[in-house]
């Protein structure tokens, strides 16, 4: 697999002031119990883990492909916190400030102030009060069908989750990381409902509607669903993953209530969007060390290159 370094999974618009409860909530999408660590952490090690990988090939091939995905989407809402603990763009702070007159005064009134005191306004894989994300969350039996059927319903209970979130945020970055998973969500609750359904006849769909979400009343999520997203399922790699095209074919169409059409598999990676350049800030690390000589020895480095 392959990801990119200058570009997210989605274009995420800037942030309307800074706001550091929203990237609170935000966080919940991080490292709460359906957030996006617990889905790569599951995913990742049934990967690991994955018995018979070749006589398997199409179901071990869509779960290392959403493996890689939901690495991107780990980088999306972490960009979506520092953007929301940060605020809209700006300059590069010169030097340290005056940090007696208390600059950060704002994040003494924070819920979770550890974005600031610890990670200088960016991400960790925490939930949205400061807890560590738990490794205990990572499902691997090596029973093929009870793996595909905890990751349905870990994507199930991650998509309320999201619309929980969305719901409490005002901010249209934080509307757009949870519109534009919701979307991503429903595909892969979906494509682990086709694999149960052709390894056992059993169609979950019809027990639980993935779950039932009305996305066109979601507008951040209504432009994904109107570019055919809801239908895609990605390889992240030019070669690798060809075989989930058996579980996620054109022989399936898009889940009721979504727009028609039929199911695909995109070789490569979503288009994406730009990564917001998160001011550089000295007061936040530490006073007076002299950014421009960093600055310097990174522009000595890229000319190299």
């Not at 003494?108 to 400061?130: E, H, K, M, V, Y």
């Amino acid at each position: 697999m392959f990801m990119r370094v200058d570009k997210l999974q989605a274009d995420l618009p800037a942030p309307k002031e800074k706001n550091p409860n929203a990237g609170a909530a935000l966080q919940e999408l991080l490292g709460g119990k359906y957030g996006e660590m617990s889905t790569l952490g599951n995913y990742m090690f049934q990967s690991f883990n994955f018995r018979s990988k070749s006589k398997l090939r199409p179901f071990y091939s869509l779960v290392a492909s959403i493996t890689a995905e939901e690495l991107g989407h780990v980088e999306l809402v972490s960009a979506g916190v520092g953007m929301l603990n940060n605020g809209p763009d700006g300059d590069d702070i010169s030097d340290g400030g005056d940090i007696s007159g208390a600059p950060q005064e704002l994040m003494q009134d924070i819920r979770l102030a550890a974005s600031f005191l610890s990670n200088a306004g960016g991400a960790t894989p925490t939930d949205s009060n400061g807890r560590s994300w738990n490794n205990d969350f990572v499902t691997t039996t090596g029973n093929v069908i009870t793996d595909l059927l905890h990751n349905f319903h870990l994507e199930c209970g991650a998509r309320l989750h999201k619309l929980r979130v969305y719901e409490t945020l005002s901010d249209p970055t934080g509307r757009e990381v949870c519109g534009y998973l919701l979307v991503r969500g429903s595909v892969h609750a979906h494509s682990y409902a086709l694999a149960i359904e052709k390894l056992t006849g059993v169609d979950l769909k019809k027990m639980l509607p993935t779950p039932n979400i009305d996305l066109s009343k979601i507008p951040e999520s209504q432009k994904y669903l109107d570019e055919g997203s809801h239908r895609r399922l990605y390889t992240f790699s030019p070669d690798d993953y060809q075989e989930m095209k058996g579980i996620w074919s054109n022989d399936d169409v898009a889940l009721p209530g979504d727009p028609p059409g039929n199911l695909e598999v995109v070789v490569g990676m979503p288009d994406g969007g730009k990564i917001q350049e998160l001011a550089g800030q000295p007061n936040v690390f530490t006073p007076n060390y002299a950014p421009e000589e960093m600055y310097e020895i990174a522009a000595m480095l890229t000319k190299k290159m």
